[in-house]
């Protein structure tokens, strides 16, 4: 991670931490040098973040390797349980397809995304997507507006192994970015058949607008029709490349009825001046599936539905990685503390947890999305929130069981060779509590995801520059008609739902202690 930093490598999911830095004005620290280029200071920031995160899996790696190397088995109990696990199918397989999906979310821009893998121009190779540095346009052969702004990767690939143009472009399996990059609109070719009628893909008479257009590649109308049932009706638009309206004419069953022309040069001319005489549907965003390449088509700002919901499912990995270690770490910490000590500390901890608990959540997300201000919004500040509310629940089952298992002759035994109190309780109390926290892991992840879900289709939940779930579905639902963007979205929430409360179902029932105990 540090290395790929230092040489400017962006790798997938490695790089996050540092890209999450950049990105977030509290993760990192402005220099008053605004334009050093210093190997830790790049752009005059001190991206603390992403090396305190470095710093820290350094140390997990030093602490891992300086430890006693012992032999690993699995207690009888263990052993039964997984394969207790194992033989529920359903819940078994579910695993599986999580695990495979997290392993695609790891693949980060290597699966998705608008840049180019590999560019071989003039005997130079290039890999846009690996690295930080943005190449302009005028790099690969690219003029006009393109030539200053980033190479636009995907227009390379279309025109790659002509002249002046790079010899191969590999772009990734989905060739669009989860947020960022708003496609063109697309367009499909309307046959002619051999009596005047326009047709549609399936042979059937064409009723719609379609246009004659001036450039394919940026979807420039030249000439707007209407048709009725493949012949053309009512009036027609004719637009020069400047977007100047300078035509227009009235049809009435396939027959021109009138026309007027304001433009410069002769009618003829410019009837003439499209580059393509054939009728093309254009398709505006948002666009249905499998037009233009995008296999579930775009939303109503042009991102790739496909590549939004790769994002969101990163975003969800994402959150649920740093979520459930501090809400655990700090659920079991206090739950298992009250049940240890009791008395005043239990109480005061009791009373605490029903004060918070009173606290009206979404009037907290809402009142602090007003007040903080947007450039710090993100996703930290929102997990802090859910785990501010989300550690209590669990704290009442590690309290009764902790209660329970502190009377028991091992926790005696251990005090009386004056074991400390945090070796009592993670050492010998807490492995006899995992079945309680095996259990509760995949409910806790599901709560995660609708919890991100519904936030971000009410409005409250994590900025534009995030991929989510719930405002795709927002989305769909304010346009019904697009019928493939919300069923996208409900698509891969209840999926993923079903999924974890598979595993859930399939732990809870192999965790079972009524099946296993650890006590005879």
């Known amino acids: 991670m540090s290395i790929g930093e230092l040489c400017g490598l962006l790798l997938p999911t490695l790089s996050w931490p540092f890209t999450v830095s950049r990105e977030m004005a509290y993760l990192h ?23 305190a995160c470095s710093l820290s899996l350094l140390l997990c790696g030093i602490v891992l390797l300086c430890q006693k190397k012992k032999e690993f088995h699995l207690s009888p109990i263990t052993q039964r349980r997984i394969s207790r696990f194992k033989s529920i199918a359903r819940g078994y397989i579910s695993l599986l397809i999580i695990l495979i999906l997290t392993f695609l979310a790891c693949l980060d821009q290597s699966l998705c995304g608008k840049k180019a893998l590999l560019v071989i121009q003039d005997d130079g190779w290039y890999f846009p997507a690996f690295i930080r540095k943005v190449y302009p346009g005028s790099t690969f052969g690219q003029k006009g507006d393109l030539a200053e702004a980033e190479a636009n990767y995907r227009d ?7 002249q002046g143009y790079p010899t191969l472009v590999i772009m990734p399996l989905i060739p669009f970015a989860p947020t960022g990059d708003t496609s063109p609109p ?41 048709f009725r049932k493949g012949k ?40 003439k001046l499209t580059e393509m005489d054939d009728i093309y549907k254009i398709h505006y965003h948002p666009a249905p599936p499998l037009i233009g390449g995008h296999l579930l088509g775009t939303n109503t700002q042009g991102a790739d539905i496909l590549a939004y919901l790769y994002g969101g499912l990163q975003v969800n990995m994402k959150a649920a990685l740093f979520y459930l270690p501090t809400v655990y770490l700090i659920g079991i910490t206090f739950g298992m503390l009250m049940g240890y000590f009791g008395g005043l500390f239990d ?13 009206p959540f979404l009037f907290v997300i809402m ?59 993670f050492i010998h109390i807490m492995p006899n509590l995992v079945a309680i926290l095996v259990t509760l892991v995949p409910f806790s992840v599901s709560a995660l995801i609708l919890a991100l879900a519904s936030l971000d289709y009410l409005g409250f939940g994590l900025p534009d520059t995030y991929a989510s779930w719930g405002r795709l579905l927002n989305d769909g639902l304010a346009d019904l008609s697009a019928s493939w963007i919300v069923s996208s979205a409900f698509a891969a929430l209840v999926i993923t739902l079903l999924l974890v409360t598979f595993v859930g179902e399939a732990v809870r029932e192999a965790f079972d202690p009524k099946k296993f105990t650890t006590y005879k």
């Open 29 to 51: 620290y402005d220099c008053a040098d605004q334009n050093s280029q210093h190997l830790f200071l790049p752009q005059g920031k001190f991206l603390w973040f992403g090396w």
């Open 156 to 162: 390379l690939k279309k025109h790659s192994g002509t």
């Open 232 to 271: 053309k009706v009512d009036r027609a638009i004719g637009w020069l490349a400047d977007r100047t309206e300078v035509y227009n004419a009235t049809y009435e069953n396939n027959k021109l009825i009138s026309e007027n022309y304001t433009g410069p040069g002769t009618k003829d001319k410019f009837l």
């Open 347 to 359: 109480l005061s901890m009791q009373r605490l947890i029903e004060i918070f608990s009173q606290i």
């Open 186 to 226: 697309s367009y499909e070719k309307l046959k002619l058949s051999t009596d005047g009628l326009v047709l549609d893909n399936n042979g059937q008479p064409y009723s719609g607008l379609a246009s004659r257009l001036h450039q394919a590649d940026d979807v420039l109308p030249h000439i707007s029709y209407k």
């Open 367 to 425: 009142i602090i999305s007003d007040l903080v201000p947007y450039q710090m919004k993100g996703m930290f500040l929102l997990l802090s929130l859910l785990i501010m509310f989300g550690w209590m629940g669990m704290t009442y089952q590690l309290r009764t069981s902790t209660m329970k298992e502190k009377a028991r002759d091992y926790v005696a035994a251990a005090r009386v060779i004056g074991a400390s109190t945090p070796r009592i309780l």
